[in-house]
């Protein structure tokens, strides 16, 4: 039996993970800082660590008879654009640690196989419009943020540790990324569970307010997606960074009018202040796809599935606050 170690395994891309490890018949070890809120128990073995402390990264992958036949690094210090914005030194200061110190444990202790999770925030700004970009025109290096600064200095660590010690180390660029089972509520949630949540809680034909002008172009990829181009990229003979998304690009209050069409509800938007993020993206997808994987859920379909969920934790709350 092939044994996998999820790092991140308390949150939201980490526990879909460990779930299709299972199910593909893998013995999992989940570790994260704190457990998973909705699937506790959803590995096989969960340890509770701080990834910044080098011993626990050592811990973490130390396992009977050795090491893992492969590690999926997941854990980070991160959330939404207002979390982006707004915790920029915890960011480049934790999870920088939890890279530095897993990459070097991992290479040391013989780790075959080892997945890192990037961002398509290490890309520049652009404009509505502009040519798909490829991997490789991240650089000349200008992110918009810190966040995606720490994701292009992690990046370069595992490729240096490739490069070393021979570990075969695999990376994705993920696009936004949302289903049920995620951040949805307190400060870190992304857009698609913030618009879900936000339209949750108003009655038919109230409004909800959104960050800017709503022009800001994205694309969404639902997590069972993402998963799947997880694990195809980790197991392929692709070296380098690989962009992993979903091809259909909206603005942001097509979100939104998008998430109120699968509540069933009439809205109108107000347009606020608040951390926007950069104009617009458009990444070329031609390495994830040469390995046959492409999105399987647009965004009305993930929202379909993802909506109801927000909606039912919603409920909930109120229901506990009364
Ligand atoms: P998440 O916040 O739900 O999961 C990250 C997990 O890391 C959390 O459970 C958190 O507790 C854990 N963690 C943080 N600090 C830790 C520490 N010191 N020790 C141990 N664990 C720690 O986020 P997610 O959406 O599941 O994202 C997973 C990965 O994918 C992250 O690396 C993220 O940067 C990347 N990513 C996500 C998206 C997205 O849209 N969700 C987009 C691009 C990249």
Redesign the pocket.
Known sequence: MKRALV??????????LVKKLRGLGYWVRG????R?EWSPDGADQFL??????EA?CGAALTVEGGTFDEVY????????MGFIHSAETEIMH??A??NIYMTDQAARLGVPRYF??????VYRDMQPGEPEMTEAEAVPAHPDNE?GWE?LYSERIAEAYERRYGMQVRI???????GPE??WTGG?E?APAAMCRKIAEIDDGGTIDVWGDGSAVRS??Y?SD?VDGIYALTHSELHGAVNIGCPQYVTVDELAVAAAKVAGKRIAIRHVDGPVGVHSRNFSNARIYSLGWTAQVDLEAGLARTYPWIDAQVKAARAASR
């Open positions: 790092c991140g395994a308390g949150g939201f891309i980490g526990m879909h570790v994260d800082i704190k998973h509770q660590l701080d990834l910044r402390v626990n690094q997941l854990a980070a210090d991160m959330g939404g934790n999870s640690l939890i890192f999770s990037s961002s398509v925030c966040y994701k994705a660029r993920f696009q936004n990324c949302y995620g951040t870190r992304k969404y990829t997590v993402m």
